[in-house]
Structure formats: C-alpha cells, structure tokens
C-alpha cells in the first residue's frame, strides 16, 4: 500500500491550500484516514483525521480554518486549509489505517508534502 500526497507549497499568511493524497495497492477497505504535520524541532501532531462512518476530528490548533473530506470510492482524503497562519508551516504527512484483508490491518504513511506560510 503506498499513499501519495500532493498540494503543498507556499502562501501568505491568510491564504489558503488545499492538500491531497491517494491511497493505492492491495487495499480491502480503509477505517481511517488523516493529516498529521511536523515543523522543525517540534513533534508530530495531530492535524485532522476523517473516519469511515463521517466522523472528523480536529486537533485544536487548526479547528474553525480546515477542514478534511474522505472521498472513500477513489481511496483519498483531502485537507481544505484556510486561513493559514506562519505557524502551519510544516511538512504535512498523510496517513491511513488500511485493511488489506477482512482480518488484518495496518497503518500506512505517505512521504509528506511541505506547507510553507510567510510573507
């Protein structure tokens, strides 16, 4: 299973992005899929997360500005970001718990993308 995410880049403070990423390979069906980022010196955490019956969860640092959308048939989920403040700025990795049979799962993770915000 290989996840590939795309969509980062640069903006100004206040703009917007929206990243993407692809799940592919032998993939019975995926519980989770989410957004995690990491900046520099700091660790990873949380960005958003979407779950197979729509549930979303939020970590506090983003709620109000993205939003994340699972479009389960093409195995992708998408991050909506608005608002963007300098202190997004960060490698954003896309990950997701992935059965690749009714009785075995796994965590997969993507290569990152990074989101840079500066004027």
């Known amino acids: 299973v290989q996840l590939q995410a795309s969509g980062g880049g640069s903006v100004q403070p206040g703009g917007a992005l929206r990243l993407s990423c692809v799940a592919s390979?032998?993939?019975?069906?995926?519980?989770?899929m989410g957004w995690y980022r990491q900046a520099p010196g700091q660790q990873r955490e949380l960005v958003a997360a979407a779950i197979v019956a729509n549930s979303t969860m939020y970590g506090e640092a983003v709620k109000g500005r993205f939003t994340i959308e699972r479009d389960i048939a093409k195995n992708t989920v998408y991050l909506q970001m608005n608002s963007l403040k300098p202190e997004d700025t960060a490698i954003y990795y896309c990950n997701a718990d992935v059965k690749t049979s009714p009785y075995h799962h796994k965590w997969f993770w993507g290569q990152g993308t990074q989101v840079t915000v500066s004027s």
């Open positions: 390979g032998n993939i019975y069906s995926i519980d989770v």
